[in-house]
């Protein structure tokens, strides 16, 4: 068969690649807006004339701007920076990994990297800036104005920083008691073939469909009362479960089981079970057979189970809210508080800033990972 | 794999579900027909002022609340039936409402405005994000080779935010004489407040969703799209068949599957609607069940919480679910069957 039949007019390739170019100015559009809100000031965020939100008139006589060789010296660094990302950094990552752990390199190399690219954009471009835009007489005077006041406002006077902690706490305690829970589940039911194991997978995507205010309302006056309840067993010591992290950690973590177990299955039962079974005949346990087979080979399927269980936690807002105190807001409860109190318009955009500080931890996680999500998210269809 | 070692692999899973899932199931039943209350007592209390002739005393009678040894207030629990249910939806103006034959009154009740609401929401987004969905994948499917992992990413972008910010962030676009606002109304030439009626907000609430979930079914299906039968297609082409029909009658039957998966998915999800409305402060217009359900956990002047009425609506909300499961449920579960 010729693709000659299956060519296409090209009426038909407009159509399809503008409605695919609408789609895409409609998907980023309201994200990168609030991100070029959140670096005016009021007066200009909330303009009705578009131009003025973007360029910054008011931003730029009262408070500066960003010049012509700014934007084209900070773009060509941002980009060179990228660009050795993707092409630089992986193979040095590799050659310096200790005894092939290449996960630990990761960390400590990414983690470096990003450090250095931080330090290089933020303060060494400004420096050289400030001594280069003077000398360039037009080149040099600001064109778009730009204020980070803003972004200062939110972490540094309004304790941002806690809530990021909070949620740090939250996030990374959910993340790693999730999986570890939920791989020995995973792996368990993928390997069985009992009656049992068919009736704990319905009951869990029973569970998955229960709406988290529903179990909210299950917890509440007992995690306020808990320091009665709970004193004949730990007498004095005993704690208020509301309000406490690891509480929460361990509320998102059941209501992420039902979820973890369903993906992690199906990613173990496309592991041969031949391979557990020739180490069995070799004289390991069941135990030993997983961690000295399994585990080398699960890490795909286990960082994006676990990709998923980060976005639950970060991204709660319900939980949350009902079940911590102000002291240990996370982030998100934190913003909605910002926005929902009588607001001045500069309350209102550095609501704003905290949306796209909390955003870009995401945009990072999408740029890195684009393939382990898209393959999440069509694990558990394609099994059906 | 032997019973004990299986018990062991999946125990602390299990362990953690039935403490945090089945326990407070269990536990919100018991709430809803029960009422918590401190216990008041009458006391008369003789109150003197200084008057001008000796003081002026008057004793009246007075409720407080009875307090323990270590000073706290005492609570009693007592069994109260379905009151707490009665109070969620409330059948008196229920009966008032259907007699006079009164949608708007009806509407006044907030159990059954949430529960139109969740409804209205969850069955109309369904054609639209499968429908939109659809279109992306076949539309990236059609694409370059080289613009498709640039779009995928961009694609994601709606899916990965936090809700409450996605939501957020479609507000600042539309509050006040917000950018979107500003050229709706130099489009209709008339002034435009999106925040202040009902229908509006909701309109934004449906497009919100749309635009956060779409993503989703646009990747499931643009992955069964790489798995169209080719010679299928091209069997199609040869009885001579457009290209409307090969999608009508090859490719949709082939995605079948996956359009059921994400109705499932989709009934599950928007039914649990509830960062839009704290995203776009509707609660004064529009609510939602779960909305129903936090705001009578949420603190109240005195500091009360409405626990039972809370676990009502919970339970209420819960069999909600299974009735809009049950149906597309017992269909998939036929089909098993008979195939």
Redesign the interface.
């Known amino acids: 068969?010729s693709s000659a039949?299956?060519r296409?007019p090209m009426s038909?390739?407009i159509l399809?690649?503008g409605?695919?170019a609408f789609?895409?100015i409609?998907?980023?559009f309201?994200?990168a807006?609030?991100a070029v809100?959140s670096f005016k000031t009021p007066i200009d965020a909330?303009d009705?004339?578009?131009f003025r939100?973007i360029f910054g008139p008011h931003t730029r006589t009262n408070i500066g701007g960003l010049s012509l060789i700014d934007i084209v010296l900070g773009l060509a660094l941002a980009g060179m920076l990228v660009r050795q990302a993707i092409r630089w950094l992986p193979g040095k990552v590799v050659e310096y990994a200790p005894n092939g752990r290449t996960g630990i390199s990761w960390l400590v190399g990414g983690g470096a990297y990003a450090l250095v690219s931080l330090v290089l954009l933020v303060v060494v471009l400004p420096a050289v800036l400030g001594v280069l835009n003077p000398l360039l007489g037009p080149l040099g005077t600001s064109i778009v104005g730009l204020t980070t006041e803003h972004y200062e406002a939110v972490w540094i006077d309004r304790g941002f920083t806690r809530n990021f902690a909070n949620s740090m706490i939250v996030t990374s305690g959910v993340v790693l008691v999730s999986l570890?829970?939920?791989t020995?589940?995973g792996?368990?039911?993928a390997?069985?073939d009992?009656v049992?194991?068919f009736w704990?997978l319905v009951v869990?995507l029973v569970?998955?469909?229960?709406?988290?205010?529903?179990?909210?309302?299950?917890?509440?006056?007992?995690f306020i009362t808990s320091a009665e309840w709970l004193a004949p067993i730990f007498g004095d010591a005993a704690p208020t479960l509301y309000g406490k992290p690891w509480a929460i950690i361990?509320?998102l973590?059941?209501?992420n089981?039902?979820f973890t177990?369903w993906m992690l299955r199906s990613f173990f039962q496309n592991i041969p079970a031949e391979l557990d079974e020739a180490a069995r005949v070799d004289g390991c346990s069941?135990?030993g057979a997983f961690r000295r087979v399994i585990v080398p080979v699960m890490w795909p399927g286990v960082i994006t189970t676990g990709l998923f269980s980060f976005?639950l936690a970060?991204?709660d807002?319900?939980v949350t809210s009902?079940l911590l105190d102000a002291q240990n807001m996370t982030m998100?409860p934190a913003?909605?508080n910002m926005?929902?109190r009588e607001t001045t318009a500069s309350d209102e955009v550095q609501?704003?800033a905290a949306?796209v500080s909390?955003?870009a931890p995401?945009?990072v996680?999408?740029?890195v990972f684009?393939r382990q999500?898209?393959s999440g998210?069509?694990a558990?269809?394609?099994k059906? | 794999?032997?019973?004990k070692?299986?018990a062991?692999?999946?125990g602390?899973?299990?362990f953690?579900?039935v403490?945090?899932?089945a326990?407070?199931?269990l536990?919100?039943f018991w709430?809803s027909v029960h009422v918590?209350q401190p216990v008041y007592e009458q006391v008369e209390v003789e109150t003197c002022t200084p008057g001008l002739l000796g003081s002026v005393c008057t004793t009246e009678l007075k409720t407080r609340p009875l307090l323990d040894e270590s000073g706290r207030i005492l609570t009693q629990t007592t069994f109260v039936g379905l009151q707490s249910y009665r109070n969620v939806i409330e059948p008196e103006k229920l009966r008032s409402a259907i007699a006079n034959g009164s949608w708007r009154e009806l509407m006044n009740i907030r159990f059954w405005s949430a529960l139109r609401f969740t409804l209205v929401f969850t069955i109309l987004t369904l054609p639209l994000v499968l429908g939109t969905g659809l279109?992306?994948a076949?539309?990236?499917n059609?694409?370059l080779q080289r613009i498709k992992?640039p779009?995928?990413?961009?694609?994601?972008?709606?899916f990965?935010?936090?809700?409450?910010?996605?939501a957020?962030?479609?507000r600042?676009?539309f509050i006040?004489?917000?950018?979107l606002?500003?050229g709706l109304e130099w489009w209709l030439d008339r002034d435009i407040a999106m925040f202040a009626q009902a229908w509006t907000i909701e309109l934004m609430m449906y497009m919100y969703r749309v635009?956060h979930v779409a993503?989703?079914a646009f990747?499931?299906f643009y992955?069964?799209l790489q798995?169209v039968n080719?010679d299928a297609?091209?069997a199609a082409?040869i009885d001579g068949a457009t290209?409307w029909q090969r999608l009508r009658y090859v490719i949709i039957p082939h995605l079948m599957?996956?359009v059921i998966?994400?109705t499932l998915i989709h009934l599950?999800d928007a039914?649990?609607v509830?960062?839009e409305i704290?995203g776009f402060?509707a609660s004064a217009y529009v609510i939602s069940?779960?909305w129903l359900?936090?705001e009578?956990?949420?603190q109240d002047g005195t500091g009360a919480?409405a626990?039972s009425r809370?676990?009502a609506?919970?339970?209420l909300?819960?069999i909600g679910?299974a009735v809009l499961?049950g149906l597309p449920l017992r269909r998939v579960w036929r089909e098993r069957k008979g195939s």
């Open positions: 068969m039949a299956l296409q038909l390739k399809s690649n409605f695919l789609w895409c409609v998907a980023a309201p994200i807006w609030i809100m909330f009705s004339n578009p939100v570890t829970v939920g020995l589940a792996y368990g039911l390997r069985a009992s049992i194991a704990l869990a569970f998955r469909a229960l709406p988290h205010s529903v179990l909210v309302a299950g917890y509440l006056p007992y361990a509320v973590v059941a209501i089981q039902p177990i069941h135990f976005l970060y991204n807002f319900l009902l998100v913003i909605a926005f929902n609501a704003i949306a909390i955003t995401l945009f996680l999408v740029l684009q999500i898209v998210l069509t558990g269809a394609v059906g | 794999m032997k019973k070692t299986f062991i692999f999946v602390p899973s299990v953690m579900m403490l945090f899932i326990a407070p199931l536990s919100i709430l918590t279109l992306i076949l539309a990236v059609n694409t992992g779009v995928i990413f961009v694609s994601l972008l709606p990965i935010i936090t809700p409450v910010i996605g957020l962030s479609i600042w676009l006040g004489d917000g950018i606002t500003a635009w993503p989703f990747v499931v992955a069964g798995t080719n297609v091209e082409i290209r599957p996956l998966f994400l599950m039914y649990r509830f960062e704290v402060s069940l779960q359900t936090y009578f956990l949420l919480r626990i809370a676990s609506s919970a339970i909300t819960m679910v499961l």
